[in-house]
């Protein structure tokens, strides 16, 4: 019930595409939802975030899409750079809880 | 990097040695925890701290153990490392928990041979 299911494992994109990336959980009382970013040789690094009160947030040419119902939410990176390539974590976590990482998916964005 | 120092950067070692990691922040941040990254696992977490003095496990804590004896030092132990103990080691902190974001070091490269 603790688990984040992350999909696809690695995506490759043109550049000017729309990179999407796809979490799923099951435990009904997390209520933050991130997704970090990570650079070869770095530390994952918070790229945006959203809670359940709202449906979408979007900074930037990053969107997060949140479905509570079907207990999904998804990254959308629009017009997708080289620049994007990167190992990307969604997580979920519960108020006084800690935060659980989906498996990552690998970008590629192909120039 | 918010301030969080992880040393070593790369460490190889011999099975059945022990191993110290250290994190070194100077954000004053009550949490620091340690996770392990893996192919095809994300990040795991192994242990973590609330404060000082104050800890405990994580999901994957078998054959490791910490110590937090100043705010901004928290060290990771592999008693007898074994291969499986091989990874990448990230520490981060949190000025909460829960639904608060994680800054994350750098990051220690362990191969135990």
């Known amino acids: 019930q603790q688990q984040v299911k992350q999909s696809p494992q690695s995506l490759i994109v043109q550049k000017g595409g729309i990179s999407i990336i796809n979490c799923a959980y099951e435990n009904t009382a997390f209520d933050y939802f991130p997704w970090y970013q990570q650079f070869p040789g770095k530390g994952p690094a918070l790229l945006i975030a959203i809670r359940p009160d709202v449906s979408e947030k979007k900074e930037g040419r990053f969107t997060i899409s949140f479905n509570n119902s079907a207990k999904q939410f998804s990254l959308h990176i629009m017009d997708s750079q080289p620049g994007d390539s990167a190992t990307y974590f969604c997580?979920?976590?519960?108020?006084?809880?800690?935060?659980?990482f989906g498996q990552g998916t690998e970008l590629s964005v192909k120039p | 990097d918010a301030g969080i120092t992880q040393s070593p950067r790369h460490k190889v070692t011999e099975t059945g040695t022990p191993v110290t990691l250290r994190c070194h922040q100077t954000?004053?941040?009550?949490?620091m925890y340690w996770y392990r990254q893996d192919p095809g696992h994300g990040l795991r977490l192994i242990h973590y701290s609330y404060g000082v003095k104050d800890t405990d496990k994580g999901e994957v804590s078998d054959g490791y153990s910490v110590s937090r004896s100043k705010t901004e030092d928290f060290l990771l132990t592999l008693e007898s490392a074994t291969s499986s103990q091989t990874s990448v080691y990230f520490c981060a902190i949190s000025d909460s928990q829960g639904s608060s974001p994680l800054h994350f070091g750098n990051g220690t490269r362990l191969t135990v041979t």
């Open positions: 954000e004053n941040h009550r949490y």
């Open positions: 997580a979920a976590s519960s108020q006084g809880g800690k935060l659980i």
